[in-house]
């Protein structure tokens, strides 16, 4: 985490360049001299502030699960509590439509998921972001289906999810994001369908 005192007009800055080194060299290659340089700032900064590369690439990620998530809400907000289908497609869509479908954003996912692996405090970042997304999930398809198989619904969604963003994160073309929806949509009206011909 950064320490008390950091220039919040510097956090975004020094976001953006470690996500703009990382799609460049990768994220062994992301060096704080070559992120301290994209960004136009000290190496001492970032040292000072965040500790050295890896609390700048907790920062990094904190920042993109805050943008995801405001996406999602933002996305939510519009939508009529009781359009709960509505409402799934929309989180699903938030989930590849403008900042998290950047390519700097998709490729420091992916190095992310690696690096999390290996590190307890990045692992759980990813573990918030896995359950957040299952629990908003979960809320709107209670209403739909019996829970236990709400809760493999919502499992299936975020599976497709995660292999659409790993597929794409690998593609040169990047995600296809209309693909995407199409894919899971189609997903979750089979499982609505096959769900109402079991209870007729």
Same mark, same amino acid.
């Given at each position: 985490?950064?320490?008390? *005192?950091?220039?919040?007009?510097?956090?975004?800055?020094?976001?953006? &360049?470690?996500?703009?080194?990382?799609?460049?060299?990768?994220?062994?290659?992301?060096?704080?001299?070559?992120?301290?340089?994209?960004?136009?700032?000290?190496?001492?900064?970032?040292?000072?502030?965040?500790?050295?590369?890896? *609390?700048?690439?907790?920062?990094?990620?904190?920042?993109?699960?805050?943008?995801?998530?405001?996406?999602?809400?933002?996305?939510?907000?519009?939508?009529?509590?009781?359009?709960?289908?509505?409402?799934? @497609?929309?989180?699903?869509? &938030?989930?590849?439509?403008?900042?998290?479908?950047?390519?700097?954003?998709?490729?420091?996912?992916?190095?992310?998921?690696?690096?999390?692996?290996?590190?307890?405090? /990045?692992?759980?970042?990813?573990?918030? @972001?896995?359950?957040?997304?299952?629990?908003?999930?979960?809320?709107?398809?209670?209403?739909?289906?019996?829970?236990?198989?709400?809760?493999?619904?919502?499992?299936?969604?975020?599976?497709?999810?995660?292999?659409?963003?790993?597929?794409?994160? /690998?593609?040169?073309?990047?995600?296809?994001?209309?693909?995407?929806?199409?894919?899971?949509?189609?997903? /979750?009206?089979?499982?609505?369908?096959?769900?109402?011909?079991?209870? @007729?």
């Amino acid at each position: 985490m950064p320490k008390v *005192g950091m220039p919040e007009v510097r956090k975004p800055q020094l976001v953006k &360049a470690t996500m703009t080194v990382i799609e460049r060299v990768g994220l062994h290659a992301a060096s704080i001299a070559l992120i301290s340089r994209e960004a136009g700032v000290s190496t001492g900064i970032i040292n000072h502030y965040f500790g050295g590369k890896h *609390g700048l690439l907790e920062e990094t990620m904190r920042a993109i699960l805050r943008e995801h998530s405001q996406t999602i809400m933002t996305a939510l907000a519009k939508i009529p509590k009781h359009a709960h289908q509505e409402r799934i @497609n929309a989180i699903v869509e &938030a989930n590849f439509s403008g900042f998290q479908a950047q390519s700097e954003v998709v490729k420091t996912w992916l190095a992310f998921w690696s690096y999390s692996m290996h590190d307890p405090q /990045l692992l759980r970042l990813q573990r918030v @972001n896995e359950k957040r997304l299952i629990s908003h999930l979960m809320i709107e398809l209670k209403a739909l289906l019996p829970i236990t198989v709400a809760h493999q619904v919502a499992q299936g969604i975020a599976a497709l999810i995660d292999g659409i963003w790993l597929r794409g994160a /690998l593609n040169p073309l990047g995600i296809n994001t209309q693909k995407a929806k199409l894919i899971i949509t189609d997903y /979750l009206e089979q499982q609505l369908a096959h769900r109402a011909l079991a209870t @007729n």
